[in-house]
């Protein structure tokens, strides 16, 4: 069975500077991963996805995540972060042969400071 | 395109009563997923629907919790005699056919337990 393991559960820092959010995962097959942005009292909208291909993967608001298969990692990556940044971060991933739920991990809370 | 809903947004009941929380799937979705996300934690995944079959329940607890997608009308989660510990966050997700690798999710339902 797969798990995520998100290393940290708070990340302050402060505006315009670079963060990265780390995620590992543990799957004995093939994997699709997922990061997820929620804010105070909304659903969750999706960042970005890996499915297949090139492990450096771009989503939306300037984010982006590389895929390291031989690290079971797929960590989260802004150049320069804003206020409205503010949120939890959630990766997720799915199996290929346990059809398409989704295993989350536990959440990191990024804190903008101005 | 209207994303997925649910309804109610909030729902408050008295330990013993039932609570029923729905959810539309995007247009051109096929399939429903349900995760529950208790306080400070990250979502759990309940059950994953098609159009009048259940998939995957592994994750619904074994008593009082149901869910259903009919062939017309929304995907219902259903809790009879709620007890405190079912106060949470529920969220459902919708996929389409071909893609469903992918979730898109809905605002979630909070039900609050007294």
């Known amino acids: 069975a797969q798990s995520v393991t998100q290393l940290d559960s708070q990340v302050p820092v402060f505006e315009e500077a670079p963060v990265e959010l780390r995620c590992n995962y543990s799957s004995s097959v093939s994997v699709y991963l997922f990061w997820y942005v929620q804010y105070p009292n909304q659903g969750l909208q999706l960042l970005l996805k890996?499915?297949?291909?090139?492990?450096l993967v771009k989503g939306i608001n300037g984010f982006e995540a590389e895929f390291n298969k031989s690290q079971t990692s797929f960590h989260l990556r802004k150049p320069s972060v804003h206020i409205s940044d503010t949120a939890e971060y959630f990766c997720a991933v799915s199996e290929e042969t346990s059809g398409s739920r989704l295993t989350f991990g536990e959440g990191t809370q990024l804190t903008v400071n101005p | 395109n209207a994303g997925v809903m649910q309804n109610p947004r909030h729902l408050v009941r008295r330990r013993g009563q039932e609570a029923r929380l729905r959810c539309s799937p995007m247009k051109g979705h096929s399939h429903v997923y349900w995760y529950r996300q208790l306080p400070e934690e990250g979502l759990k995944f309940m059950v994953y629907l098609q159009k009048e079959n259940i998939i995957d329940e592994s994750g619904m607890p074994k008593e009082r919790f149901s869910a259903e997608f009919p062939k017309e009308g929304p995907s219902i989660l259903r809790i009879q005699q709620v007890v405190r510990g079912d106060s949470a966050a529920y969220f459902c997700a919708s996929s389409p056919p071909i893609f469903k690798e992918t979730q898109y999710f809905g605002p979630g339902t909070r039900l609050l337990v007294l």
């Open positions: 890996y499915l297949s291909g090139s492990t």
